[in-house]
């Protein structure tokens, strides 16, 4: 069984600032999930990963898969940023997503 | 973009009651799933559905739970004989050809079970 660990559970930045969040898992897995919620609760899809690093605008996802370990950073922090932010694992054979308890980020103007 | 869509988006119900919650997945996607989150803990897997069958199940998906795909189009999660703890946010999702393929998520529906 897929345990999913992120840190920190809450984070405060003023604006501008870049921002870290960290996934750790525990088994392997086809596929690492980042994923953002907002107050309403709908879940957003903001990358998919397997190996190395995705960039898309400000945000940037990494994974190293021998240590079982991504980050999700991002640069130039604003307000609108301000949402949960969950790690979700895919098994190396399943396509199931184990999910994480999530960071909730709130960035000060 | 294409979107999962669900309906509806808030339900209020009496204990006891059956409930159908339902989701339209991408035209073009094969693997369906339903996740829940009760306020204030985990997203939870509940069910896949792959080629008109479940595919996999966790521990919370009993015989109270069940999903069908009645058309072409819908997909649809009932539960029935509710119960207060069965209050909470249920996603639907879909995926192209499996996890790895990226997944997108409708909006939620938020039940309430009184």
């Known amino acids: 069984k897929n345990e999913v660990e992120q840190s920190p559970q809450n984070l405060t930045a003023q604006e501008g600032e870049f921002i870290t969040i960290n996934c750790s898992y525990s088994?392997?897995?086809?596929?690492l999930h980042w994923l953002q919620q907002h107050p309403g609760g709908g879940i957003v899809s903001l990358f998919m990963?397997?190996?190395g690093k995705k960039k898309h605008g400000r945000l940037i996802a990494t994974i190293n898969i021998q240590e079982k370990h991504s980050s999700l950073h991002i640069t130039a922090s604003h307000p609108r940023d301000s949402a949960v932010y969950i790690c979700?694992?895919?098994?190396?054979?399943?396509?199931?997503?184990?999910f994480g308890a999530g960071t909730i980020l709130r960035v000060k103007s | 973009e294409p979107e999962v869509t669900q309906t509806p988006s808030h339900q209020v119900t009496q204990m006891g009651q059956e409930v159908i919650l339902r989701c339209v997945p991408i035209?073009?996607?094969?693997?369906f799933y339903w996740y829940r989150q009760i306020l204030g803990q985990k997203v939870e897997f509940l069910v896949s559905?792959?080629?008109?069958?479940?595919?996999?199940k966790s521990e919370i998906f009993d015989d109270q739970f069940s999903v069908e795909r009645p058309d072409g189009s819908n997909f649809t999660l009932k539960i029935r004989s509710t119960k207060l703890e069965d209050s909470a946010m249920y996603f639907c999702?879909?995926?192209?050809?499996?996890?790895?393929?990226?997944?997108?998520f409708g909006s939620g529906t938020r039940l309430t079970v009184v």
């Open positions: 990963l397997s190996s």
């Open positions: 559905f792959y080629n008109n069958e479940i595919s996999e």
């Open positions: 999702a879909s995926s192209e050809a499996g996890s790895v393929y990226g997944y997108t």
């Open positions: 979700a694992v895919s098994g190396e054979y399943g396509n199931k997503l184990v």
């Open positions: 088994v392997g897995i086809s596929a």
């Open positions: 035209s073009n996607h094969l693997y």
